[in-house]
């Protein structure tokens, strides 16, 4: 166990520096957006995969994140902290459906959120630029090129996030998110505040979620409302659902796995206009199968896939290895 | 004075609309537990296949209809049988995802067949209107409205006097006790399923009518009976019916009132509604157990 996660470590250390070297532009943007879209998720998944309550709004999050940062402009720091904190103030305002709605109400009130959000980022034009967006937003200044600058800030937050949600996950507030998960009745006889724990991990989401908004407007120089739809919500929770639930590498590797979708099947597919159908179609026929396909064969995600795999042919599976 | 009232009914056929959405989706959850999120691409498979049906075939309009209902039927008793059942007892999320799963993959389909420019259904409405009582209604206005009343009645009479009604009623209300009795929980989540997708073919041939077109994102208008499904409180029919109406009426008002707001207003009032009331406004608040 030990060694093998110190190979790991060692492994993703040099990769870590190496890749941006060697894997070309294209190839590393995606890894980028993958990189940023992995921070929103993790943060998705303490809401959905570790207090199971189910959100169709962090588009909405993570489309405040983005124009705050649009807004706030200055160092780094100063505007990602800013997202942040608006993304706690959201979070906190969501809080109360959270307390008073269970599972399916609170996915449709959710997806409330994406609707109200988009019309507020088209409609209050003096901050968002309305339906035209804004291509005003702070750059940071990083070392090489823009997307190896980019591959080592955003995949260095990755990890930054990995810490904090592992250690959250590990803290008596994760194990409270995990007592709510399992049965809310049984947790507030064990003497857990269910609203406060909800609320919590909703700040905890929202944070992550403006977080990577702002990553994810910065990046790219642009924000525009069309930005920031129900697809995006439901792309989070296929990232979450397809990489494993309450795990830290699901989110990553789901991240992963969405962003790289679409660009691997222009790669894939060869579609010529003559043949009427185009590649995003194709992507998102393929999207839509997944999702269902790994409900219903592994419901517990690629994690659980690469856990199984590590299990193999091992004389004494470990139960927190997810071995058992 | 007139005109208000003109705006009032214009919002009962729309609203009339948004209820035989709300209705499929009501249906479906009071009988098996699932929030149908591919109900928008059921709406949109039955305007597509309607607009097939009587442009491409030529067939007479109601007889299209029938057929692109039949149409959707098959496909949703597809999705029941080779997703949804499998999922029983699963968390709301699989389900959740599952049913978003299938709804963005058939959206592709339909897009793929049809491409994305309008499709006429060559409907006996068009865009005239007509003048009743002293009010002018566009004739799809008056076709919504017949087309939700009669929808309403029918269902109405469908759950208190027949067998099959009987039985999704009792399902709803006890499945267990149903199931002990011998109503198959297969039979009633078939049944729920074939009249999500009968009503939601309606919905859309209405949709797409008239002046309108089946297009694309018709799908998305789906989305847009959320707000009647939870005013409505989810499980009662009559809820649905009026949250329907409801959100027909805001939303016509907002848009002559407070032009660019219409969509938005909807999902406000929700919210707002959902804060005070969880249950929604009409469901007997529930002791919940514990």
């Known amino acids: ?324 | 004075m007139t005109g208000v009232f003109e705006l009032v009914v214009k919002g009962l056929a729309l609203g009339s609309v948004y209820t035989l959405v709300a209705l499929g989706f009501v249906v479906v959850f009071k009988a098996t537990g699932v929030i149908n999120f591919a109900q928008g691409a059921l709406l949109l498979l039955g305007a597509y296949l309607t607009s097939a049906a009587a442009v491409g075939w030529g067939l007479p309009f109601p007889l299209a209809v029938a057929v692109a209902a039949l149409g959707a039927v098959a496909f949703a008793l597809v999705v029941e049988r080779l997703v949804v059942r499998r999922l029983q007892g699963r968390p709301a999320v699989a389900v959740v995802m599952a049913t978003l799963g299938v709804a963005i993959a058939a959206d592709q389909v339909v897009t793929m067949v049809w491409g994305f420019g309008p499709r006429h259904l060559d409907d006996p409405w068009g865009a005239g209107s007509v003048r009743v009582a002293g009010v002018v209604l566009s004739q799809v206005d008056v076709a919504a409205l017949v087309v939700g009343a009669a929808t309403a009645a029918g269902l109405a009479a469908f759950f208190r006097g027949t067998r099959l009604g009987l039985a999704l009623r009792a399902a709803a209300s006890d499945a267990e006790a149903a199931a002990a009795l011998g109503i198959r929980p297969a039979t009633v989540s078939r049944a729920a399923w074939a009249l999500a997708a009968t009503v939601a073919t309606l919905a859309g041939v209405l949709l797409a009518s008239g002046p309108g077109a089946a297009v694309p994102n018709l799908g998305e208008q789906a989305l847009r009976a959320f707000p009647a499904v939870v005013l409505g409180g989810f499980v009662s029919l009559g809820g649905a019916l009026a949250g329907g109406l409801a959100i027909g009426v805001v939303e016509v008002l907002t848009a002559r009132y407070l032009p660019g707001q219409e969509l938005v207003v909807p999902y406000l009032a929700m919210l707002a509604v959902v804060l005070v009331r969880p249950d929604g406004l009409l469901a007997p608040r529930e002791a919940r157990r514990l």
């Open chain 1, 1 to 324: 166990m030990r060694r093998w996660s110190l190979t790991a470590a060692l492994a993703a250390v040099a990769a870590y520096l190496v890749l941006p070297l060697t894997v070309d532009d294209y190839w590393l943007a995606v890894l980028n957006l993958a990189g940023i879209a992995a921070i929103g998720a993790l943060g998705l998944d303490l809401l959905t995969g570790r207090t199971g309550l189910l959100s169709l709004g962090h588009a909405a999050f993570l489309g405040a994140g983005a124009y705050t940062a649009a807004a706030v402009g200055g160092p780094f720091p100063l505007w990602l902290a800013a997202a942040g904190l608006v993304g706690a103030a959201l979070g906190l305002a969501a809080a109360p459906f959270a307390v008073r709605l269970r599972g399916h109400t609170l996915a449709i009130v959710t997806l409330a959120l994406v609707f109200v959000g988009q019309h507020v980022f088209r409609e209050w034009t003096s901050v968002t630029g309305g339906n035209a967006g804004r291509s005003d937003l702070p750059a940071v200044g990083l070392p090489g090129t823009h997307d190896q600058g980019w591959f080592w800030l955003v995949w260095a937050l990755v990890a930054a996030t990995l810490l904090v949600v592992g250690n959250v996950a590990r803290s008596r507030t994760g194990r409270a998110m995990a007592a709510v998960r399992s049965d809310e009745a049984a947790a507030a006889v064990m003497g857990v505040d269910v609203a406060r724990t909800k609320a919590a991990a909703f700040v905890a989401s929202g944070v992550l979620a403006a977080a990577a908004g702002a990553l994810y407007g910065s990046y790219r120089q642009y924000v525009g409302p069309e930005d920031w739809g129900l697809l995006v919500s439901v792309q989070y929770l296929a990232m979450v659902l397809i990489g494993g639930m309450a795990t830290l590498a699901g989110p990553v590797l789901g991240a992963l796995f969405v962003t790289a979708l679409p660009h691997v099947v222009d790669v894939v597919v060869e579609t010529g206009p003559a043949s009427g159908v185009t590649a995003a179609q194709v992507t998102q026929l393929v999207f839509g199968l997944l999702l269902v396909v790994v409900v219903m064969a592994e419901p517990r995600g690629l994690a659980a896939l690469a856990a199984r795999a590590r299990c193999n042919g091992r004389r004494s599976p470990r139960v927190e290895q997810g071995c058992a």
